[in-house]
């Protein structure tokens, strides 16, 4: 089985803490994919605290409909945000 790993970085000239709190937000991330999937944001779980543990994209590729749940791993404020798939 191949396991495919995505990393990018690019630069945005805001403060950490304004950009971090923006990007913890899965809607966020969903409004992002290619119209042409027409994802959605599905079920989000969060903790007592309000940080997200998971949450479900449900989207269309190739005629076919799918949910795609990401598991957050890695959360450390304002450094790092890891969801994989």
Known sequence: ???TKHTR???IDAPV???????????H?????PAKTHATLGAVNRTPEG?????EVKYRWL??????VFTRE????????????
């Open 17 to 27: 803490e304004k950009v971090f709190h923006y990007l913890e937000d899965p809607a």
């Open 51 to 55: 940080v997200v543990t998971n949450y």
């Open 29 to 33: 991330f969903v409004s992002w994919m």
């Open 63 to 68: 005629g076919m409909h799918s949910t795609a």
């Open 9 to 11: 970085s690019i630069h």
């Open 74 to 85: 890695e959360y450390m404020v304002n450094q790092r945000i890891v969801d994989p798939s």
């Open 1 to 3: 089985m191949t396991t």
